[in-house]
């Protein structure tokens, strides 16, 4: 049916009918036109409805929940979350005063990594398999590849980001956000470039850059 009433769809402006071959308005994504000036001349009867339009599509795209985090490509268990924020309690709480009263802030717990990208290979593995590939005497090397680490300069790895980068890889291109959002790694501090990055990594997947963009 879809099919159908693209096919018998008509201008917005002349109410020629032209199938498939209307252009559509690009803000509205709902409007169809037979050229640029049908287009042009309904434009002062289109605008208001168009710029309402425009804006529900931005605030859907906006909105909408992120992508799930990609498992564990070690242990294939889902990615633990970050812990933004951590809250111990002492032993004894009387159960009539609110517990914030007494809450203590764990800053260690909150500052702890969840899991450890590496620019090597483009992989985040979880702090578990990280933790346990330490364990077994593996310093200085990625747990999933297996290359070494500990021989590379920062030139050396923000050359593999670059590289990630081109090849349209999110992490990196967060990672790279990163370094354009407070002046890092020679990288001049760049506000706009650091969202324009971060909103690119966000669209291809990686979740993180949900939180970045945000906080930014």
């Keep these: 049916m879809s099919g159908m009433n693209q096919f018998n769809a008509c201008c917005a402006e002349c109410g020629k009918e032209g199938g498939f071959s209307l252009k559509v308005c690009k803000s509205c994504i709902d409007a169809k036109y037979c050229?640029?000036?049908?287009?042009?001349?309904?434009?002062?009867?289109?605008?208001?409805?168009?710029?309402?339009?425009?804006?529900?599509?931005?605030?859907v795209a906006l909105f909408k929940d992120p992508p799930p985090k990609e498992d564990c490509p070690i242990c294939f268990l889902p990615m633990p979350m970050q812990l933004i924020s951590c809250m111990s309690l002492p032993p004894a709480t009387?159960?009539?005063?609110?517990?914030?009263?007494?809450?203590?802030?764990?800053?260690e717990l909150a500052s702890?990594?969840?899991?450890?990208y590496y620019?090597?290979?483009?992989?985040?593995?979880?702090?578990?398999?990280?933790?346990?590939?330490?364990?077994?005497?593996?310093?200085?090397?990625?747990p999933h590849c297996k290359s070494e680490l500990s021989a590379k300069t920062n030139a050396d790895v923000l050359k593999e980001v670059i590289n990630r980068v081109a090849a349209n890889d999110?992490?990196?291109?967060?990672?790279?956000?990163?370094?354009?959002?407070?002046?890092?790694?020679?990288?001049?501090?760049?506000?706009?470039?650091?969202?324009?990055?971060f909103t690119k990594s966000t669209e291809l997947g990686w979740s993180n850059a949900h939180y970045n963009l945000g906080s930014i």
């Design 35 to 59: 050229n640029a000036n049908c287009q042009r001349n309904h434009w002062p009867t289109h605008k208001t409805t168009c710029k309402i339009r425009a804006a529900e599509l931005r605030d």
């Design 119 to 142: 620019s090597c290979c483009g992989k985040s593995i979880c702090g578990g398999c990280v933790h346990s590939f330490l364990l077994s005497g593996n310093l200085g090397k990625c």
């Design 170 to 197: 999110p992490a990196s291109i967060d990672r790279l956000a990163h370094y354009y959002r407070h002046g890092l790694e020679g990288f001049q501090q760049d506000r706009t470039k650091a969202i324009e990055l």
């Design 112 to 116: 702890k990594g969840m899991e450890v």
């Design 94 to 107: 009387i159960a009539s005063v609110p517990i914030y009263d007494f809450a203590i802030a764990n800053k």
